[in-house]
């Protein structure tokens, strides 16, 4: 799909555009989140916590088909974190995150 729109000179400039435009956007945000007084954070480093112990900061992220647990990941806990917490540096938070849990029936 990518060598068909690089071939295309029209499409590869607008890809270009496309891309430049995200990639600016994207350093704004984190240069703004750097230099803000607090410093904001994204909060990745739940993997493996039990769910119910990050409540307050990240909100479970439902599939349709079961999780099923691993050797480092037990049942009701955090196996991938799907989009992070937004923190500020003194510990309060912006934005809830999302997490995926390992399978269990009714975590609530």
């Known amino acids: ?3 068909i729109l690089l071939e295309d000179e029209e499409k590869s400039e607008i890809l270009k555009e496309k891309v430049t435009q995200f990639v600016e956007s994207l350093s704004k945000s984190c240069w703004l989140m750097a230099i803000s007084s607090p410093t904001v954070t994204l909060h990745f480093d739940v ?4 769910v119910q112990d990050i409540r307050d900061r990240f909100m479970q992220f439902t599939t349709q088909q079961t999780v099923a647990t691993t050797a480092e ?5 955090v196996l991938l974190v799907a989009w992070p917490c ?8 912006l934005a ?4 995926v849990v390992a399978s269990e029936a009714d975590v609530k």
């Open 1 to 3: 799909m990518s060598q």
């Open 96 to 99: 809830k995150g999302e997490v």
């Open 86 to 93: 937004l923190q500020l540096e003194n510990e309060a938070f």
């Open 47 to 50: 993997v493996g916590k039990k």
């Open 73 to 77: 990941v037990g049942n009701g806990c």
